[in-house]
């Protein structure tokens, strides 16, 4: 109340606070469309599916979902080859379907967001189509949408050379593949079948930006942007170095080289800016439309690389993804670090920014496969606190694990090239794209075809949607109290984060609080270790509203908060269930919230 008058007085009288977008606080779910649920028992999953769990959704506290792709596509990296950006591919529905799907999901509140693949498209497209006919750009119109180029082999030599050392993605094999008819190299950053578009010709621009309108009008809310660093190379597209600190053995063969040219050129953010302007096109800006970038970083300071980005994009309707979730070793120290630091950065750039993280997607080990049961627990506190965007991957909230696919099953392309994957399984990224394990029933109750396109989890009659629904203490249904305690509370939505001093190297402690001193605000703390920890805040907590350990002892609602906890929760020295000066037990691998005095 006090900021507020403090406010009123130094602030201009015409002074519009911005509205915060939706993204800003959004649980976004992440659906592989393929794996979520079939509706026509063909194996394989559709749009029609998705509106079958919408209500699903609904109850675990969605905000909006993000489709990863359902275009017409050959398939042969499974969507991401786009056959025609402006429509849906028979095998997960129509495009009746599809707006179908937008007035359910409107219906119940939820905004939703697809992906858009920019950097490259199918080999199948009418654009290479057209582009692979001719190079004579008097006659073909196409013949510069796709970047083409001369062999490099000497004069009169009878084999060809490509142009550069520059690897796929996917493989770790060549980027480049030659084509009869031009007499040329195509580069291709993924698949052979995934040609790159040439982003340095304006026409690609606009056409790309088309496709945005053509789904921004059937009101969608958003984009995922695919592969982003790729979108712009070293013009003179010389060789990538090698990579001093590769171990061959241990490292996948992409990693031989350091992609300093064949990606990340800075002309990336000018073209990201481009596309975000198209959402603040007058006849968009009615639902705040907001678009996420993919991009690893590969450097050695993954945060400059983010904040890139932001600098480089508008914060108000466009952000990177965090991938620290995926990437950094499940540790406090370096959790610790890195929130404190990136934070602090954001604040610093706007206040606007949003952050945007993801602890699992299609392409990466599932989280409880990556740092086990129990941690992946305290990871749903920890993501679910978070500031921003937070991303949850279909099938995490009810702990699905990396599933082992028979040889003769593999699908993934990259499957190829994934020599090396230590314990997580060298099989591509089949499996953490198996299907949604809901039921005990047959196929888990994702499909009542024969066999499924992937195999169901060997878990899946124990690890299912019904089972947990069932047990008021499962990853479920912390998941499920997570969120309503997200969608209701002000401070975790728009808060700030501060990082707390805590006496311990295990636990990570942060603040979320509103700049309103009205609003409740929270103290996160995170056992990373194995071990029960004691440790100390050096200041006063109020209540312990929520224990990842056992989610139906607290109360979601901080404005009701329960009088008493249970007993396994009365964990603080005077055993009241408050923490008095901030000494606190931590069991092993234990989250827990705290409401802020
Ligand atoms: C992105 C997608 C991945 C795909 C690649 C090429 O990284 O997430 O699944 O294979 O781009 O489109």
């Known amino acids: 109340m006090r900021d507020r008058i403090r406010n009123s007085l130094i602030l201009p009288p015409d002074f519009?606070?911005?509205?915060?977008?939706?993204?800003?606080?959004?649980?976004?779910?992440h659906i592989y469309p393929r794996s979520f649920q079939d509706s026509n028992a063909d194996g394989v999953g559709d749009l029609l599916g998705v509106i079958k769990r919408m209500d699903y959704l609904k109850e675990l506290g969605v905000n909006a979902i993000w489709l990863s792709p359902f275009y017409p596509s050959p398939m042969a990296d499974f969507g991401y080859d786009v056959a025609d950006y402006c429509n849906v591919d028979p095998m997960f529905g129509t495009l009746d379907d599809f707006k179908q799907l937008m007035a359910e999901a409107d219906r119940r509140d939820i905004r939703v967001m697809i992906d858009l693949v920019s950097n490259h498209t199918s080999d199948e497209h009418i654009w290479f189509k057209e582009s692979r006919k001719s190079r004579d750009h008097t006659t073909n119109p196409f013949n510069d949408w796709y970047i083409w180029r001369d062999s490099v082999a000497p004069a009169g030599s009878d084999t060809q050379q490509p142009p550069n050392n520059w690897r796929n993605a996917l493989t770790g094999g060549p980027a480049w593949e030659w084509d009869d008819t031009r007499q040329q190299y195509y580069l291709h950053s993924f698949d052979i079948h995934q040609p790159d578009l040439?982003?340095?010709?304006?026409?690609?621009?606009a056409a790309i930006k088309q496709a945005m309108r053509f789904w921004l009008d059937l009101g969608v809310d958003g984009f995922r942007v695919d592969a982003v660093y790729w979108m712009a190379k070293e013009p003179l597209m010389s060789d990538d170095p090698g990579n001093p600190s590769f171990v061959e053995g241990e490292d996948l063969p992409y990693h031989a080289l350091r992609h300093d040219n064949s990606r990340g050129w800075p002309a990336v953010y000018a073209y990201l800016s481009e596309m975000a302007d198209v959402l603040h096109e007058e006849q968009y800006k009615d639902k705040q439309r907001f678009m996420v970038t993919e991009a690893y970083p590969e450097g050695h300071n993954p945060l400059v690389e983010y904040l890139n980005f932001y600098v480089g994009m508008d914060p108000k309707v466009a952000a990177p993804?965090?991938?620290?979730?995926?990437t950094m070793p499940w540790d406090a120290s370096t959790w610790r670090k890195f929130l404190r630091a990136f934070h602090h950065a954001l604040n610093q750039i706007d206040p606007h920014c949003v952050a945007s993280y993801a602890f699992g997607n299609h392409d990466q080990p599932r989280i409880a496969t990556r740092i086990g049961e129990a941690a992946a627990r305290s990871a749903s506190v920890l993501l679910l606190t978070l500031p921003g965007m937070v991303f949850l991957y279909y099938g995490d909230e009810i702990g699905m694990k990396n599933v082992v696919i028979p040889k003769d099953m593999v699908q993934d392309p990259a499957a190829?090239?994934?020599?090396?994957?230590?314990?997580?399984?060298?099989?591509?990224r089949d499996p953490e794209r198996t299907p949604m394990q809901w039921?005990?029933?047959?196929?888990?109750?994702?499909?009542?075809?024969?066999?499924t396109w992937l195999p169901l989890a060997p878990d899946y009659e124990q690890c299912n949607v019904e089972a947990q629904l069932a047990d008021p203490d499962s990853l479920l249904n912390l998941y499920k109290k997570l969120g309503t305690m997200r969608s209701q509370s002000d401070s975790l939505k728009h808060g700030q984060l501060k990082v707390l001093e805590v006496d311990s190297p295990y636990v990570l402690g942060y603040s979320r609080e509103h700049t309103d001193s009205d609003v409740q605000a929270y103290v996160v703390l995170v056992n990373f270790s194995g071990e029960p920890v004691t440790c100390s805040?050096?200041?006063?907590?109020g209540r312990r509203l929520l224990s990842s350990l056992s989610p139906s002892a607290g109360s979601a609602d901080g404005a009701e908060l329960q009088p008493d906890l249970a007993p396994s929760e009365a964990v603080t020295e005077s055993g009241s269930g408050s923490a008095g000066e901030g000494s606190v037990r931590l069991e092993s691998h234990e989250a827990v919230i705290y409401a802020a005095v």
Do not use: C, M
């Not at 993804?321 to 995926?326: A, I, P, Q, T, V």
């Not at 190829?416 to 591509?428: F, T, Y």
């Not at 888990?444 to 066999?451: E, K, L, M, T, V």
């Open 321 to 326: 993804f965090n991938f620290e979730g995926l």
């Open 16 to 29: 519009q606070p911005i509205q915060p977008s939706w993204a800003e606080g959004a649980l976004v779910y």
């Open 439 to 451: 039921t005990a029933a047959k196929n888990g109750g994702f499909s009542d075809a024969a066999s």
């Open 198 to 205: 040439n982003w340095s010709n304006p026409t690609v621009r």
């Open 537 to 541: 805040l050096g200041a006063p907590l």
């Open 416 to 428: 190829k090239g994934d020599v090396i994957r230590g314990d997580l399984q060298p099989q591509g």
